[in-house]
C-alpha cells in the first residue's frame, strides 16, 4: 500500500493550492481518510478527514472556511484545496487512511489511521 502526496509548493499569503494524495495497491473507497500537518517544532495535527462516501467531513477549527477536502473513489484519491493561506499554514502535510475499526470520536488521533504518505511541504510566505 502506498500513499502518494503531491502539490505542495511555495506560495503568498492569501494564495491557494491543491494537494492530491494518491492510493495504490488497495481500493480506499470504504475507508476514511484524512489530512494532517506538522509544523516546525509542533505536533502533527489533524486537518480534515472525510468518510468513504464523502458525505462526512471534518475540519480543525484553524482551517474550517479555507479549507477543503475531497475525494474521488474512482481515482482512489483524497485532495486538500487550501485557500486565504496564512503563514501559520507553513508545514508539511501529510494524507493517511483510517483504520477498518476507525470511529469518528477519534478523528484526531494518529492511531486512528493505519496509513501514511510520504508528506508535501506547503511554506506560505507573508
Known amino acids: 500500500v502506498q500513499l502518494q502526496a503531491s502539490g505542495g509548493g511555495l506560495v503568498q499569503a492569501g494564495g491557494s493550492l491543491r494537494l492530491s494524495c494518491a492510493a495504490s495497491?488497495?481500493?480506499?473507497?470504504?475507508?476514511?481518510m484524512g489530512w494532517f500537518r506538522q509544523a516546525p517544532g509542533k505536533e502533527r495535527e489533524l486537518v480534515a478527514a472525510?468518510?468513504?462516501?464523502?458525505?462526512?467531513?471534518y475540519y480543525a477549527d484553524s482551517v474550517k472556511g479555507r479549507f477543503t477536502i475531497s475525494r474521488d473513489n474512482g481515482k482512489n484519491s483524497v485532495y486538500l484545496q487550501i485557500s486565504s493561506l496564512k503563514p501559520e499554514d507553513t508545514a508539511i502535510y501529510y494524507c493517511a487512511v483510517g483504520r477498518t475499526s476507525f470511529n469518528w470520536v477519534g478523528v484526531k488521533k494518529e492511531l486512528n489511521y493505519d496509513y501514511w504518505g510520504q508528506g508535501t511541504q506547503v511554506t506560505v510566505s507573508s
Open positions: 472525510i468518510s468513504g462516501t464523502g458525505s462526512i467531513t
Open positions: 495497491g488497495r481500493t480506499f473507497s470504504s475507508y476514511v
